[in-house]
């Protein structure tokens, strides 16, 4: 602590022993100002360790403190390993201050006392206290810290009290100990005094910070009446608005017999004493008039009458502070312009509570609330009214726009076509047109375009008039072409059946052969025939939409009959081998070989076989052939005999 501060601190003196003391009684009512040279933060500086003071015979060092000596710190940091290392100054938002770290001496006696050069007031309540620490990390010696008052060297009666042992903690259990005490009728000189009731040695190491000695009064209840709400203190009113505030005090009753007021102001620097109307009593009147942005710090004085004028004599109450707050600056907007049946959705852009109203009715407490299902008569003004925080308000305004209902008309609903016939949809009750699917469609962005639909469609137009839009269908069914598919040629030996494979398709056919002749079913699309000759069919496949015809081919070849014996004699009976069915093709191909293998005749023709190889006669035997007549048909093999 610097000589500036020397006047501010408590006494301290260590007894060997101690008489019964009271139990520490805080103030529970109104503080006034600190009294000048009764109390001390031990100040602030840039080094690590503030100055010695003057009024302790304990020795200083601006270090680590050792058994009977105290330093000026502003951090435990460094110093005794046995300590918390990080406890820094209790004083708040302080953070270049310091505090008194006390190593208790083995011996008690005087450590530290000072007296009150203050004016003080007889028959009055003080508090005198201060902030303590048990900086120790491990069970010790307990600090116990008693305060004693004494007028005249006397003590006064109520004015000896003991913190009892203060227990080890954290780093940050900095906690305000002290009591009360009543001033003598005969006042004079007051000295304050603590001392340490337990040795040092092993433990009983502490902090001290932010010792105080002021008035104690009743506790002070202030409010505001006419303001939009007051909170921990705080009133609210709103720019530009013209009203009359009333602060009131109310005190508790026991402590003063006759309670004098003083109200003061907060001029930016200081508080000076207010000339409002009431200043003197315990309400006072405050007017605003078209009202500024700004704070205004208001606080009561309090004493028994007489003593008002006395900082050592009056408690303050907590001040109040009317904050004067900007309004809201709403903008109100929606989601545009909307359709009949679609949602709106209102929007505003700040606020805390909301009070919308609007057309029908509409009312909401939502920032954003949503208009359903809108109408023609949701058109119009929609006003909301926003509060901020501090409870002012202010208002903004929308203009929604319901767009009329779209009234789609087509010429038709359904339709049936041929199938690669056109039809023309028509549409109309919008500016615009979107047909879907697009598939078969001349234009699907107009309102009358032709469909050429491959299959039955279902198309869906979009009518528009710019922002809203409904839909209409046109089912269009498409009938099937009628198709006839007589199947593959057929070919068959005489006296021999085949199935036609016909195949008709199409929507709404019949069909029907012909000639009908040799055929079991000419009704049937495979019909059984028989034919004699060569022949051609027709199937015709009829629909409402087309005819279509196929033919089919059935070429009948004789009867395959081959001979096993012959007998080249030249008598004139049977003298050649002969396949009268060969004449029907045209390139057969006869092998016959002996049964050496050797060929002995070959033809591709019908010629008839006359028992010779090269001109001459060959020997009477078992030969051997093969036939082929056409792809269609197998080889033919087998034998012949030829004997003469």
């Given at each position: ?10 006494a301290l003196?260590?007894?060997?022993s ?12 109104a ?11 031990f ?10 003071v ?9 270090g ?10 502003k ?31 083995l ?19 003080y ?8 900086i ?5 010696v ?11 060297g ?10 009892g ?6 780093a ?27 040795p ?8 001290i ?13 202030s409010t505001v ?14 720019v530009?608005d013209?009203?009359?505030l009333?602060l ?58 007489g ?7 009056r408690?303050?109450?907590t001040?109040?502070?009317i ?9 109100a ?5 909307a ?14 509570s ?13 920032q ?23 409870g002012?308000s202010?208002?903004?305004q ?19 076509i ?12 919008g ?11 001349s234009?699907p ?11 039955t469609?279902?198309?869906?137009v979009?009518?528009?008039n710019g922002?809203c ?6 089912l ?11 199947g ?18 199409g ?7 012909s000639?009908?002749?040799y ?11 028989t034919?004699?000759?060569?022949i ?22 004789p ?36 049964r ?16 010779k ?32």
């Open positions: 602590m610097t000589q500036t501060f020397r006047k501010y601190f408590i003196i260590l007894f060997f101690f008489s019964e003391v009271n139990a520490q009684v805080l103030c529970n009512g503080l006034g100002d600190a009294i000048a040279g009764a109390g001390t933060d100040g602030r500086g840039l080094p690590q360790f503030g100055a010695s003057s009024e302790t015979g304990y020795f200083y060092i601006a680590n403190p050792n058994d009977g000596q105290y330093t000026i710190v951090t435990t940091a460094g110093l005794n390993s046995g300590w918390h290392q990080n406890i820094v100054n209790h004083t708040p938002n302080d953070p270049d201050g310091y505090f008194m770290v006390v190593n208790a001496d011996n008690k006696g005087i450590f530290y006392q000072s007296e009150i050069t203050s004016q003080l007031c007889p028959n009055t309540t508090e005198f206290a201060a902030f303590i620490i048990n120790l990390r491990n069970s010790g307990k600090p116990n810290i008693r305060f004693t008052i004494t007028n005249n006397l003590a006064i009666p109520g004015a000896d009290f003991s913190t042992d203060i227990p080890e903690g954290s940050i259990d900095w906690i305000k100990r002290g009591g009360t005490f009543k001033t003598p009728s005969n006042l004079g000189v007051i000295k304050l005094i603590m001392t340490n009731e337990n040092g040695g092993n433990g009983n190491d502490l902090g910070d932010d010792i105080t000695f002021r008035a104690c009064g009743p506790v002070i209840t009446t006419n303001a939009n709400n007051f909170t921990n203190n705080v009133a609210n009113i709103c530009a013209t009203k009359t009333i009131s005090a109310k005190v508790s009753a026991g402590v003063y017999n006759s309670p004098q007021f003083q109200w003061q102001e907060y001029n930016g620097t200081t508080w000076v004493n207010s000339n409002k109307p009431g200043s003197q009593t315990a309400d006072l009147t405050v007017a605003f008039v078209n009202a500024t942005t700004g704070n205004y710090k208001y606080q009561v004085l309090v004493s028994e009458s003593n008002i004028n006395s900082t050592s004599c408690v303050i109450s001040p109040i502070t904050n004067v707050n900007d309004k809201p600056n709403p903008i907007s929606n989601s545009g312009a359709c009949v049946g679609s949602d709106i959705q209102l929007n505003v852009n700040q606020g805390v909301f009070s919308w109203t609007g057309p029908n009715g509409f009312t909401s407490p939502f954003n609330p949503i208009i359903p299902n809108v109408s023609t008569n949701s058109s119009g003004t929609y006003t909301v009214t926003v509060f901020n925080a501090s002012c202010n208002t903004s929308t203009q929604v726009q319901v767009l009329p209902q779209v009234i789609a008309n087509t010429n038709i609903a359904t339709a049936t041929c199938e690669n016939e056109s039809v023309e949809l028509i549409a109309s009750g500016s615009t047109y979107t047909w879907l699917p697009t598939e078969g469609l234009n962005n107009i309102a009358t375009p032709f469909a050429t639909p491959k299959q469609t279902t198309y869906t979009k009518v528009s922002t839009s409904t839909t209409k269908e046109i269009i069914t498409v009938l099937k072409n009628a198709s006839a598919n007589a593959e040629d057929k070919k068959v030996f005489l006296g021999q059946s085949v199935t036609l494979k016909g195949n008709a398709t929507d709404n056919i019949t069909y029907a052969w000639p009908t002749d055929l079991d079913d000419p009704t049937k699309l495979n019909p059984i025939a034919p004699p000759n060569d051609t069919y027709t199937l015709t496949v009829s629909s409402n939409c087309n005819v279509s015809t196929d033919e089919v081919f059935v070429k009948v070849y009867k395959i009959e081959i001979p096993n014996t012959f007998t080249p004699n030249g008598d004139g009976i049977n003298d050649t081998w002969n396949i009268p069915a060969i004449a029907a093709f045209s390139n057969p191909k006869l092998k016959v070989v002996n050496n293998g050797q060929l002995v005749f070959e033809s591709t023709n019908p010629q008839p076989w006359d028992g190889s090269h001109g001459k006669n060959l020997p009477t035997g078992v030969y051997y052939y093969t036939l082929y007549l056409n792809e269609d048909f197998k080889i033919y093999s087998g034998w012949v005999l030829l004997t003469r």
